[in-house]
């Protein structure tokens, strides 16, 4: 596709339910980014790949937040026993050729999750 | 620690007046700064980055930012404003180590007719 592309769009979780959101990064891009945007505040960063190793998991709230890039292309965030606190928009995006400061990261539109 | 802040929570212009939306940073080192749009239900979007060079960085729809670093600003500015610009703007600093973007707290800018 021409841009970033995540999906689902919107998900409504119980809480203690686990989620899966997925993000489709552009072709033949090296670097994937996941950050997760709480309601009125900036993207706050979560993790990093270049291909399909995870060279940054800094980010990430919990251990009940995992993610994967097997194949060096598609992404999966995953949420297990959701919370509350855990709604947010999650944004994903994406750069070529690498992390250099003149490479341009590429977001997608995101997934608002929201925890009941 | 590197951060950037965005002192205004929302900027209210009239539609042909000019507009600043402002941001502080702190870094160790060079500074890499960008600025982002976020339509609603879109995406972040790329408006304009300061590496290195002209002070005055010109981007994307007639944005530009300045640069100064004796006061560590990066203050997004357009001549006129148009009601098209109302969004959410971000300003992040840009981690050289793993390519990964710290963002500021976001500025909603309303432009009215």
């Known amino acids: 596709g021409a841009g970033v592309s995540q999906s689902p769009r919107y998900k409504v979780a119980k809480r203690g339910q686990d989620v899966a959101l997925r993000c489709d990064p552009i072709?033949?891009?090296?670097?994937l980014f996941w950050y997760q945007q709480a309601l009125g505040q900036g993207p706050e960063f979560l993790t990093y790949?270049?291909?399909?190793?995870?060279?940054?998991k800094s980010g990430l709230p919990s251990d009940r937040f995992f993610a994967e890039r097997p194949e060096g292309s598609v992404s999966t965030l995953k949420i297990q026993r959701t919370q509350q606190e855990d709604s947010a928009v999650y944004l994903c995006?994406?750069?070529?050729?690498?992390?250099?400061?003149?490479?341009?990261?590429?977001f997608g539109q995101g997934t608002r999750l929201t925890v009941v | 620690a590197q951060s950037v802040a965005q002192p205004e929570d929302q900027v209210n212009v009239a539609e042909g007046n000019p507009l600043t939306v402002k941001c502080t940073y702190s870094?160790?080192?060079?500074?890499?700064l960008f600025w982002y749009v976020q339509y609603p239900n879109r995406g972040l979007q790329f408006l304009l980055k300061y590496i290195t060079g002209d002070n005055l960085v010109k981007g994307s729809y007639g944005f530009e930012a300045e640069f100064n670093k004796s006061q560590t600003s990066f203050h997004l500015k357009k001549p006129s404003a148009l009601v098209s610009d109302s969004a959410l703007y971000f300003c992040a600093v840009h981690s050289s180590n793993t390519g990964k973007l710290i963002f500021g707290q976001g500025t909603t800018l309303q432009v009215k007719p």
């Open positions: 072709s033949g891009h090296v670097s």
């Open positions: 995006a994406s750069s070529f050729p690498g992390t250099g400061v003149n490479t341009e990261a590429f």
């Open positions: 870094v160790s080192g060079n500074p890499y």
């Open positions: 790949f270049q291909n399909e190793a995870q060279l940054d």
